[in-house]
């Protein structure tokens, strides 16, 4: 049982360079969010997903587009990346209580 | 502008302290306070709080909310060195999720 997945663990990237990042679940979870974790900034919210086809935009959503045509996936782009997306990337799911079940993780360089 | 703050940034303690992290907020609409650890990975769940005054605990971790006072702790006792990581405090609101910048702690032998 995976649970909740991310893909790639790591990425090379350059700027301008358009770049998707995975995230699968198995438990069906209503919720799915993506954060960024940066040194001093902690966790930021970037979007998140309350269903399929359902997205709202965090605190942090410029620059990224989100999509969740099945509940199982919510893939993230950066659409042209610059170096300030160089970041870890977290997904994240919930349903039915406040609890968040992270994944392990996006290390993204953008040179 | 909604708001959570922890402190100390960083801790360091010595196998068998008890440590003390706080963890205070501004949030509109409240709906609860989540404590997690992070080591080198992915943040791990340790404790939903939503009540003021009820201690949650497990183990030698407990934790307790003031929703007066809007402020949170997290309590390690008797530490062990598998105890150092960031524990980050998270507050949600309807559907959205405010984390704190976290506590670095570190259990030296």
């Known amino acids: 049982d995976a649970g909740i997945t991310q893909s790639p663990r790591y990425k090379i990237t350059e700027t301008g360079r358009q770049v998707t990042l995975m995230c699968h679940q198995t438990w069906s979870h209503s919720y799915m969010f993506w954060y960024r974790q940066d040194l001093g900034h902690g966790l930021r919210l970037i979007y998140y997903?309350?269903?399929?086809?359902?997205?709202d935009k965090g605190e942090v959503p410029d620059g990224y587009v989100v999509s969740r045509s099945k509940t199982e996936n919510f893939p993230l782009t950066l659409e042209s990346a610059t170096r300030s997306q160089t970041s870890v990337y977290f997904c994240?799911?919930?349903?039915?209580?406040?609890?968040?079940?992270f994944g392990p993780g996006t290390r993204l360089t953008v040179l | 502008e909604d708001k959570v703050v922890q402190s100390p940034l960083s801790l360091v303690v010595h196998e068998g302290d008890t440590v003390t992290l706080n963890c205070s907020y501004e949030v509109t609409n409240f709906r609860s306070l989540l404590w997690y650890k992070q080591e080198k990975k992915a943040p791990t769940f340790l404790f939903m709080l939503?009540?003021?005054?009820i201690e949650k605990k497990s183990g030698r971790l407990s934790s307790i909310l003031d929703k007066k006072e809007l402020f949170s702790i997290l309590n390690i006792t008797a530490t062990q060195t598998g105890d150092s990581a960031i524990y980050l405090c998270?507050?949600?609101?309807?559907?959205?999720?405010?984390f704190g910048a976290g506590t670095r702690l570190t259990v030296k032998p």
């Open positions: 998270a507050v949600r609101n309807n559907n959205d999720m405010r």
């Open positions: 939503t009540s003021s005054g």
């Open positions: 994240a799911t919930q349903q039915g209580t406040d609890t968040q079940y």
């Open positions: 997903s309350a269903a399929a086809d359902i997205t």
